[in-house]
């Protein structure tokens, strides 16, 4: 169904969902759109190449999302909890 916002099940593996995963958008970097440094990101931890950790401010592992300050460099990434996510 062209609309439905379920996807085939063959892409769950190729996509997976970029899910807790935030970038900073920086619009003079469009090769490293903030898109796919999401994707990367998801692919690194689908295979396992990455993990999930708690906040790096203050250790908690609720709610924690991975944030990206900089497109072009993907896995330079930490792990922040809601309340320390920079806005
Ligand atoms: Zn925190």
Do not use: K
């Amino acid at each position: 169904m062209r609309h439905s916002h379920a996807r085939p099940r063959r892409y769950r593996t190729l996509w997976p969902p970029a899910e807790g995963i935030r970038v900073m958008r920086t619009p003079s970097r469009p090769a490293y759109s903030p898109e796919r440094a999401r994707l990367a990101v998801a692919v690194a931890l689908r295979d396992g190449r990455i993990e999930r950790g708690p906040c790096e401010v203050c250790e908690a592992a609720e709610g924690v999302e991975a944030y990206i300050a900089n497109p072009a460099q993907p896995f330079a990434l930490s792990w922040r909890c809601p309340t320390h996510m920079p806005r």
